[in-house]
């Protein structure tokens, strides 16, 4: 069985970056629109925006072969201790939006669902309808609720608009209708786009917010598995960003991510969410060489997978521990989180 080696790394944020102050520990969370967004329809190419439209970038062309890239394991930073949530602090407000933009098509090969509004998300079953961007973001009630201000520059870069494009990844080396779904198509707080991918890809939004915890208390800057190959900017640290991407190293766990993975925390969650989902719908077969219980529809598995990189190992039962538990302290609702 695998361990996980695990190292911690926090860098400062950019001094040019700026970001509103914390909300006070007694308010609840505010539901005042906040600024506008625009999402680009990647595959049809049109606008849905709330607001002021932006224009998008020209895509790169496609690799018509990409390698096959045989997985590795992925250390990760162990946890924090979680924060037990005071129940007099309010969770941010959710409430039906006032008007809702057209849905783009969606791609042929996934097919599409409009979540009822303002509901929890929970997690959509192997084989299900996965809901459009456009379709997420008429969900999204827009607050100014932020625990993480330092996010801001990251939280407001699209990666789609900016021009990047995910190519020749391990994603789509399986299945590669998802690797075109990858976009980082959103801007908005962490946990506003905590929400949008785990609309995008199916999954319950509070196992999601446990993850980000876990893995880097919600900080885009934070740095893992560090002391290795890297790009130059994350000084030997290869896992990057929310959800602890390992793609800063060289050669890359996972090609193709860098630098969105750092630079665009909605590029973070919907690639992590989108190996999550290709996990979750029993795609990723190679784990049966390993161990031959893997099977569709176990998505505490596929939780432990992402940190492990193996099904159900010692390393991945001790991950999977450590979410349920910050799952359970909730701190995410704690006015010091």
Not at 277 to 295: D, Q, V
Request: with cysteine; aromatic share 8%; proline share 9%.
């Amino acid at each position: 069985m695998r361990s996980a080696t695990v190292f911690f790394v926090a860098i400062l944020a950019c001094a040019g970056c700026t970001a509103a102050a914390p909300q006070p520990a007694s308010q609840s969370a505010p539901t005042a629109p906040a600024a506008a967004v625009t999402v680009i329809d990647p595959v049809a190419g049109s606008a849905e925006a709330s607001g002021s439209p932006s224009s998008s970038a020209t895509a790169t062309s496609e690799p018509t072969n990409p390698a096959t890239l045989a997985p590795t394991s992925r250390a990760t930073a162990a946890p924090p201790a979680t924060v037990a949530p005071q129940p007099s602090t309010p969770r941010p407000a959710t409430a039906t939006p006032t008007s809702q933009p057209a849905t783009a098509t969606p791609q042929a090969t996934v097919q599409t669902q409009t979540p009822a509004p303002s509901q929890r998300y929970t997690t959509l079953p192997p084989g299900a309808a996965l809901p459009s961007e456009a379709q997420c973001l008429s969900q999204i009630v827009r607050n100014t609720w932020e625990p993480r201000p330092e996010n801001t520059t990251a939280n407001q870069n699209n990666a789609w608009t900016n021009g990047f494009r995910l190519r020749a990844s391990y994603i789509g080396t399986i299945f590669p209708a998802y690797e075109l779904r990858v976009t980082g198509n959103f801007t908005g707080t962490t946990d506003q786009i905590i929400r949008w991918a785990a609309c995008k890809w199916g999954f319950d939004e509070e196992d999601v917010r446990a993850q980000a915890v876990a893995e880097s208390t919600w900080r885009q800057s934070h740095l893992g598995d560090c002391g290795l190959t890297t790009q130059p900017e994350t000084n030997g640290c290869a896992s990057v960003g929310l959800m602890q991407i390992k793609g800063a190293n060289i050669p890359a766990t996972h090609p193709g991510t860098w630098p969105a993975a750092l630079t665009s925390t909605a590029f973070n969650l919907d690639y992590t969410l989108a190996v999550r989902r290709l996990c979750y719908e029993g795609k990723e077969t190679w784990m049966r060489k390993f161990n031959p219980t893997y099977a569709a529809g176990d998505v505490w598995g596929c939780i432990g997978r992402w940190f492990s990189g193996n099904w159900r190992d010692a390393a991945a039962e001790t991950y999977i521990a450590q979410v349920k538990a910050t799952l359970n302290a909730r701190p995410w609702l704690s006015a010091s989180f």
